[in-house]
């Protein structure tokens, strides 16, 4: 049940058109039956989008988006910051199962961003807080400071894979909010 390759745009469709029905779910509607299971176990998977998000417990790309199983490629890590380590998955979805958008979906009331805004966390959290500080300077406003993270982001993927605003091969790669309070994705290009 391989399906065939979405282009970037029809892929975007396919989030807002999600987005919108998440918007009114009490449950996701999303394909996670024994079957697409069992599907997707002996056939693979064909994403049609790469999410890169933060480790929020309320942030469910599956959810948001009304997917089901196969249906994205979710990287997750706190303040959606990027790494070699997500590079290289972002690498993996585009160039081995032909996947052709790239999101990065940042979210309100991140407790990264607010970190990096309010705090001065020691440890492993430093690495993340320290991207964090790189992407808003000296921003104070909590939702342009995660916008800024987001574009941020969207940056380096870009600088590092060599993408331009959409690719030779259809790979585009763009930002978005996830507005926790009320459900809604708010795509920033």
């Given at each position: 049940?391989?399906?065939?390759?979405?282009?970037?745009?029809?892929?975007?469709?396919?989030?807002?058109?999600?987005?919108?029905?998440?918007?009114?779910?009490?449950?996701?509607?999303?394909?996670?039956?024994?079957?697409?299971?069992?599907?997707?176990?002996?056939?693979?998977?064909?994403?049609?989008?790469?999410?890169?998000?933060?480790?929020?417990?309320?942030?469910?790309?599956?959810?948001?988006?009304?997917?089901?199983?196969?249906?994205?490629?979710?990287?997750?890590?706190?303040?959606?910051?990027?790494?070699?380590?997500?590079?290289?998955?972002?690498?993996?979805?585009?160039?081995?199962?032909?996947?052709?958008?790239?999101?990065?979906?940042?979210?309100?009331?991140?407790?990264?961003?607010?970190?990096?805004?309010?705090?001065?966390?020691?440890?492993?959290?430093?690495?993340?807080?320290?991207?964090?500080?790189?992407?808003?300077?000296?921003?104070?406003?909590e939702y342009r400071a995660c916008?800024?993270?987001?574009?941020?982001?969207?940056?380096?993927?870009?600088?590092?894979?060599?993408?331009?605003?959409?690719?030779?091969?259809?790979?585009?790669?763009?930002?978005?909010?996830?507005?926790?309070?009320?459900?809604?994705?708010e795509f920033l290009d």
């Amino acid at each position: 049940m391989q399906e065939q390759k979405v282009t970037a745009a029809e892929a975007m469709e396919k989030l807002i058109e999600g987005n919108k029905c998440y918007l009114t779910a009490m449950t996701n509607p999303g394909d996670v039956s024994p079957q697409i299971r069992q599907v997707t176990c002996d056939e693979g998977q064909s994403p049609y989008a790469i999410v890169i998000t933060c480790s929020d417990s309320r942030v469910i790309p599956e959810s948001i988006f009304s997917a089901g199983i196969g249906e994205l490629f979710v990287i997750r890590v706190a303040g959606n910051v990027m790494d070699n380590h997500q590079l290289g998955s972002v690498e993996y979805a585009a160039g081995h199962l032909g996947t052709k958008l790239v999101v990065v979906l940042g979210h309100s009331h991140c407790g990264a961003v607010g970190a990096a805004l309010h705090q001065e966390p020691d440890g492993y959290t430093k690495f993340i807080t320290d991207e964090i500080r790189k992407a808003i300077g000296g921003e104070k406003d909590e939702y342009r400071a995660c916008c800024l993270n987001v574009e941020r982001s969207v940056s380096i993927i870009k600088e590092s894979l060599g993408i331009q605003d959409e690719d030779k091969d259809g790979l585009k790669v763009c930002g978005a909010v996830y507005h926790i309070d009320n459900g809604s994705v708010e795509f920033l290009d």
